[in-house]
């Protein structure tokens, strides 16, 4: 299983960034993905995950009302919106499947003036 995560950059308070992930692979039914980041100096948290119908999401607090997690088959997608410089992080692709957790590489979101 591999994923790849994409859509990373710089962007200005109050802008918007969309991340993708494409899982590719063995991928079997009942699995999740989720979108997780990290901070320096912070542990990594999960920020949205979503089902493999895409029919229920969950959200972190700290995201709810801003960040709009997607699915369509074995792509993810983040959009957020509103973001500010507690968004910046290294953000990770995830997909739990049979027990298993797998990750993508991390892309990076900065968000500064």
């Known amino acids: 299983v591999q994923l790849q995560a994409s859509g990373g950059g710089l962007v200005q308070p109050g802008g918007s960034l969309r991340l993708s992930c494409a899982a590719s692979?063995?991928?079997?039914?009942?699995?999740?993905m989720a979108w997780y980041r990290q901070a320096p100096g912070k542990q990594r948290e999960r920020v949205a995950i979503?089902?493999?119908?895409?029919?229920n999401a969950n959200y972190a607090g700290s995201v709810e009302g801003r960040f709009t997690i997607s699915r369509i088959l074995n792509t993810i997608y983040l959009q957020m919106n509103s973001l500010n410089p507690e968004d910046t992080a290294v953000y990770y692709c995830?997909?739990?499947?049979?027990?298993?957790?797998?990750w993508g590489h991390g892309t990076q979101v900065t968000v500064s003036s």
């Open positions: 995830n997909l739990w499947m049979r027990g298993k957790d797998f």
């Open positions: 692979g063995n991928i079997f039914s009942g699995n999740v």
């Open positions: 979503i089902t493999i119908t895409g029919s």
